[in-house]
């Protein structure tokens, strides 16, 4: 059966239709360019500072956007204020969070920058002075 389907194709070939593919009608009349200012209406003009004034808001709101940090998931949050945190007693903390709202930064920056050095090391012999170590007795 299907040797007979074969030898009948083969025998009678499909013809593929041909269509001319026509281009569409041309407009009668030509369109003019206009090159120099002098000739384009009030109204091209009006458009024009439109679009003009339209693209520079938006180059404006994308610099704006540019410079807005990305959002955090929560979790990343958490697990950046654990990470910058870790070691630190409650001032110390505190002092941490002061600073980086100050500085508008995070808390991992803030923890990396000279001045909260200074001020843990300044804290940290504070602290030792006032609670001197116990000795041990064993």
Same mark, same amino acid.
């Given at each position: 059966m299907s040797d007979e389907i074969i030898e009948d194709f083969n025998e009678n070939p499909v013809e593929e239709p041909? $269509?001319?593919?026509? #281009? #569409? $009608?041309?407009?009668?009349t030509p369109i003019e360019k206009t090159d120099s200012p002098e000739q384009y209406t009030e109204r091209e003009k009006r458009y024009y500072a439109?679009?003009?004034?339209?693209?520079?808001?938006?180059?404006k709101w994308?610099?704006?956007?540019?410079?807005?940090?990305? #959002?955090?998931?929560e979790i990343d949050a958490i697990l950046e204020v654990q990470e910058s945190t870790q070691g630190l007693d409650r001032q110390e903390v505190a002092e941490l969070r002061l600073r980086a709202d100050a500085l508008h930064?995070?808390?991992t920056d803030a923890r990396k920058s000279e001045g909260f050095a200074l001020w843990q090391q300044g804290y940290k012999e504070k602290v030792a002075k006032?609670?001197?170590p116990v000795p041990s007795t064993t």
């Open positions: 041909t $269509a001319e593919i026509t #281009p #569409p $009608a041309e407009k009668d439109r679009m003009k004034q339209a693209e520079n808001e938006a180059k994308r610099s704006e956007a540019d410079k807005v940090k990305k #959002p955090v998931s930064t995070s808390l006032e609670n001197p």
